[in-house]
């Protein structure tokens, strides 16, 4: 591990600026993780999520002389992340995968996969189906929220909504989610979503 990693983030913005690349990779090694997790709970597709993820990275390194510091890095970078996520939802062009059905099966036994895992990875398909129907006022504070466990005023200030706002979306976008996943367990005749795990 590089010293660089163990520097806080406007540290390495300075030092970056002051001409150490180190300093630039150990922001990209840092945040990449979190923004393909943005990225993927908004465009619910894993090649999707590392495109706009990459891209993303590739705005920060544009941007980065224009970061002002009037923000937290990460606050700065998640929605330059979260811009550019939300223009590919908006284009025409975006190619759609699409979500399992209702009523898919659950997987298969693969012999190479414990049925917890195989299980798992259902279920987390399933999850990311349902986070993808909810409207975009609530999959994305729920998605900064609970993938990259940020707080309400973080997220306020990102979405540019009042703290009460930010509380009300995120909120309202868990309770949606459940309720999915709870119309979902009763369709397959299960008695809850704890059946599923």
């Known amino acids: 591990m590089s010293e660089a990693a ?16 180190t300093a630039l990779t150990a922001l990209v090694e840092r945040h990449q993780p979190p923004v393909y ?17 990459q891209e993303a990275m590739i705005a920060m390194f544009s941007s980065l002389p ?10 700065w970078l998640y929605r330059l992340a979260l811009n550019t996520c ?14 399992l059905p209702d009523d898919a099966p659950l997987p298969a036994a693969d012999p190479s996969l414990p049925d917890a895992q195989a299980g798992r990875a259902w279920l987390r398909d399933r999850v990311a189906a349902f ?33 009460p706002a930010a509380k ?7 309770r949606h989610l459940r309720d999915e996943v709870e119309r979902y367990c009763q369709s397959a005749g299960l008695s809850g979503w704890r059946e599923l795990l």
Request: charged share 30%; hydrophobic share 40%.
């Open 37 to 53: 997790r943005l990225a993927l709970g908004v465009l619910a597709s894993p090649q999707e999520a590392e495109d706009a993820a």
């Open 131 to 163: 986070l993808a129907a909810l409207p975009d006022a609530y999959r994305v504070p729920v998605v900064l929220s609970d993938a990259l466990n940020l707080g309400a005023r973080e997220i306020a200030d990102m979405l540019d909504l009042s703290l």
């Open 66 to 75: 224009r970061f002002r510091g009037e923000s937290a890095f990460s606050t």
């Open 168 to 174: 009300a979306r995120i909120l309202r976008g868990r």
């Open 6 to 21: 163990n520097l806080d983030d406007e540290t390495l913005v300075a030092a970056y600026r002051s001409g150490d690349d």
């Open 86 to 99: 939300l223009k590919r939802r908006r284009s025409p062009s975006r190619r759609r995968e699409a979500p």
